[in-house]
């Protein structure tokens, strides 16, 4: 199957620090891609969609000030944490549909923040 | 009511048995339907993709997607330890946003 590629995959910063994390589509082109936000034993929710060459569009209580999107490519997209507070730390998994968000998307390897 | 609903568990079954897993969905315009598992502290991996209504099979797991009753299923044949996981359900009208469960937490026990 495609394979999207997420970096880091944990990640320990110190409150008021900024982190950004990548991910890469590999082997295929993302127009789009998602950015979800797991809490423990909890379903996925998602933050906001990552779009090639236009801004991010965030759900509702998301701040996008906070939660900094930027698709750089059709095959990158990164969310930066910036000054991270303990209520951030979280798994962040990013992931791509294969084809514009019609068919399966696939997963990053998630990653998992802890400020402390 | 949420979009998608599942129930969470846990689901504690021994080595070899059949595992039966749901999802039941308000939406009837959801076309696309998707399970996947995941470990602990990793990304969900897809399992099983179908489209519209039927069974789909793939070694050991068959999806199945009943769309007059909005209601999917997944079976695990011969359920091994590595089995072990959440298991998501996922869908979509084919436009941009997914629609997640809650997710199954599944143990095989050997």
């Known amino acids: 199957g495609a394979v999207v590629s997420q970096h880091p995959s944990w990640v320990i910063c110190k409150s008021g620090t900024s982190v950004k994390i990548e991910c890469r589509s590999l082997?295929?082109?993302?127009?789009?891609m998602f950015w979800y936000r797991q809490f423990p034993k909890q379903s996925l929710m998602l933050m906001a969609t990552s779009n090639e060459g236009s801004k991010a569009t965030y759900e509702q209580g998301v701040e996008k000030d906070k939660f900094l999107i930027n698709h750089a490519s059709l095959t990158l997209s990164t969310l930066t944490v910036t000054s991270a507070h303990p209520e951030d730390s979280s798994f962040y998994i990013c992931?791509?549909?294969?084809?514009?968000?019609?068919?399966?998307?696939?997963f990053g390897q998630g990653t998992r923040l802890t400020v402390v | 009511q949420k979009e998608v609903e599942q129930d969470p568990g846990p689901l504690s079954v021994p080595e070899g048995a059949i595992v039966s897993l749901n999802c039941t969905y308000s939406n009837s315009a959801f076309q696309y339907f998707m399970w996947y598992r995941q470990y602990s502290r990793k990304g969900p991996e897809l399992l099983m993709y179908?489209?519209?209504?039927g069974n789909k099979e793939d070694g050991r797991f068959t999806a199945q997607v009943d769309k007059s009753s909005k209601y999917i299923s997944l079976f695990i044949r011969d359920s091994q330890p590595s089995d072990s996981a959440t298991y998501l359900c996922a869908m979509s009208d084919g436009g941009n946003q997914f629609y997640f469960g809650t997710g199954t937490s599944l143990t095989v026990i050997p």
């Open positions: 179908t489209y519209s209504s």
């Open positions: 082997d295929f082109q993302a127009t789009t």
């Open positions: 992931s791509a549909p294969l084809r514009g968000g019609r068919t399966e998307a696939f």
